[in-house]
């Protein structure tokens, strides 16, 4: 198939930039591992747990006395680690003092869509924003990001992103590691490229958007964590805007990978390595033993046989993310389980839509995204099928807002056990068709409108978004908000 590139956005303006992957290589480790603080939570007279988050400018020294312009919640970069229970009701106040609007988005959770702080729930600068709530999905890593319209790359990029913990009795009563910054650890990748004053460079840009040459872990560069336990649970979380990972470790370790973007899998699953692309979560437990020294590496991620030559080829490089230093003397802690979850696999038969998303220059199903059109119209409640083609010879990725889906299909086999449970985002392997099944939730509106969209910012931002509105039994899709409503 033929491909076109160019629509929309400011060509690659490096041919090494065509690929994930470049310059980042062996680092020497000289800085503890940042671990996002807390939120603290209020509970207000409604019995609610309250949070507030203000988006805001600021300064990071990222490399010691340089300071780079960025933006972050409630702080200079990033932002606090929101942490709810299953049966929850939550708000959160949003505050923005930018010069420009913003928006919040929950990623993984299933809302209201009015809540869901989609392109529409503009906050203006000076103005407040406050959804609620209630959490009712499994015990897991989800994060929050600002997603205005087109402007969703930059605000990522210059720092405003957050953890949103999910916890529930299930995962409660394993024995798993869940102390969180001890043994129980945030891990939220993204590439930067800064330039001679230390400032972030996005104009150096593959296909995929821009591809930085440092990589930051929780904001910080060439980080160790200082690992007290013999069991260490890792949160990765893709959190860049472009770049694609393929994890593992410097001796080739393996690992238990235990759950992914929705929750915990059904059973533990033993790996070696695994590939997160933006907007991706794993959760993994790595085995330490006594005074030993490991690094977190990306290798260059295998686009598959129908990648363009310059996207296959690009990267020859292992990048370090972080070293993970084991005291002399461990805690122990005990055996970690094999069955975690229990996940009703989702029923074809059950399905009462099938829906075909083709991805292509940058849009889906030859649209470019229409903040005035509603894309899809679905009953609420409805287990519907749908199928995603990545007709291009690169990577895309796609993720659906309000549910957490199964996969049913990677081309003709079953999903690896690393798509085995509930994902809200998916990689799209170029020339490969995915289908997905998933039950939409029974919050209706037949006006407020959600996205499903590829999580390549640099895409969503070019267009690569559509929208669904979920209504009731009969009900036909309205029109979306034309004023950018805040609540
Ligand atoms: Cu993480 Cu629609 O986004
Ligand atoms: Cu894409």
């Known amino acids: 198939a033929a491909v076109t590139l160019a629509v929309g956005l400011t060509a690659c303006t490096s041919d090494t930039g065509a690929g994930v992957i470049d310059t980042v290589g062996t680092i020497?480790?000289?800085?503890?591992?940042?671990?996002?603080?807390l939120a603290e939570a209020t509970v207000n007279a409604a019995g609610e747990r309250v949070f507030d988050l203000t988006a805001e400018e600021g300064?990071?020294?990222?490399?010691?006395?340089v300071a780079t312009d960025t933006w972050g919640y409630n702080?200079?970069?990033?932002?606090?680690?929101?942490?709810?229970?299953?049966?929850?009701?939550?708000?959160?106040?949003?505050?923005?003092?930018?010069?420009?609007?913003?928006?919040v988005h929950w990623h993984g959770m299933n809302l209201p869509a009015e809540m869901d702080g989609g392109p529409h729930q503009t906050v203006e600068p000076g103005a407040s924003w406050s959804p609620n709530f209630t959490i009712d999905q499994p015990a897991a890593t989800l994060w929050y990001h600002p997603h205005p319209t087109e402007k969703t790359e930059h605000q990522v990029e210059m720092g405003l992103a957050g953890l949103f913990l999910l916890q529930d009795d299930e995962e409660s009563a394993?024995?798993?590691?869940?102390?969180?910054?001890?043994?129980?650890?945030?891990?939220?990748?993204?590439?930067?490229?800064?330039?001679?004053?230390?400032?972030?460079?996005?104009?150096?840009?593959?296909?995929?958007?821009?591809?930085?040459d440092q990589l930051l872990v929780n904001g910080t560069l060439a980080p160790y964590l200082d690992v007290t336990s013999d069991v260490v649970r890792l949160r990765l979380v893709n959190g860049s805007t472009a770049r694609l990972y393929d994890f593992g470790f410097s001796d080739g370790r393996s690992f238990?990978?235990?759950a992914t973007d929705g929750g915990l899998l059904r059973e533990a699953a033993p790996m070696d390595g695994i590939r997160l692309s933006p907007?991706?979560?794993?959760?993994?437990?790595?085995?330490?033993?006594?005074?030993?020294?490991?690094?977190l590496q990306s290798t260059p991620p295998d686009l598959g046989t129908s990648a363009s030559a310059a996207t296959r080829n690009a990267g020859d490089d292992t990048l370090d993310v972080m070293e993970l230093r084991a005291a002399d003397a461990l805690s122990s802690i005990g055996a970690t389980p094999t069955t975690l979850a229990n996940i009703v696999p989702l029923d074809k038969a059950d399905?009462?839509?099938?829906?075909?998303?083709?991805?292509?220059?940058?849009?889906?199903?030859?649209?470019?995204?229409?903040?005035?059109?509603?894309d899809e119209t679905v009953e609420a409640g409805a287990t519907e099928v749908w199928t995603v083609d990545n007709a291009m010879p690169l990577p895309h990725n796609f993720h659906v807002h309000a549910v957490q889906f199964q996969v049913l299909r990677v081309g003709t086999e079953s999903p690896p056990a690393e798509l085995s449970g509930w994902k809200d985002t998916i990689y799209l392997e170029p020339g490969v068709r995915y289908e997905l099944i998933m039950q939409f939730a029974e919050y209706t509106d037949p006006n407020f409108p959600y996205m499903f969209h590829c999580h390549m910012l640099a895409?969503?931002?070019?267009?690569?978004?559509?929208?669904?509105?979920?209504v009731g039994p009969g009900e036909q899709a309205g029109t979306p908000p034309t004023a950018h409503d805040a609540i």
């Open 351 to 374: 399905a009462t839509t099938d829906r075909s998303f083709t991805l292509n220059g940058y849009t889906i199903n030859n649209r470019l995204m229409d903040m005035t059109r509603i």
């Open 279 to 295: 907007g991706e979560r794993a959760e993994i437990l790595v085995k330490m033993t006594p005074g030993e020294t490991v690094k």
């Open 28 to 37: 020497d480790f000289v800085n503890p591992l940042a671990i996002p603080p």
């Open 459 to 470: 895409h969503e931002d070019a267009g690569m978004m559509g929208q669904f509105v979920v």
């Open 75 to 103: 702080g200079s970069y990033l932002g606090p680690t929101l942490v709810a229970k299953r049966g929850d009701d939550v708000r959160i106040n949003v505050g923005n003092d930018l010069d420009e609007a913003t928006t």
């Open 174 to 212: 394993l024995n798993l590691p869940r102390s969180y910054g001890v043994d129980d650890i945030p891990v939220v990748v993204q590439d930067r490229r800064f330039d001679d004053n230390g400032q972030f460079v996005t104009d150096v840009r593959g296909y995929i958007g821009p591809i930085g």
């Open 59 to 65: 300064t990071t020294e990222f490399t010691p006395g």
């Open 256 to 258: 238990d990978l235990i």
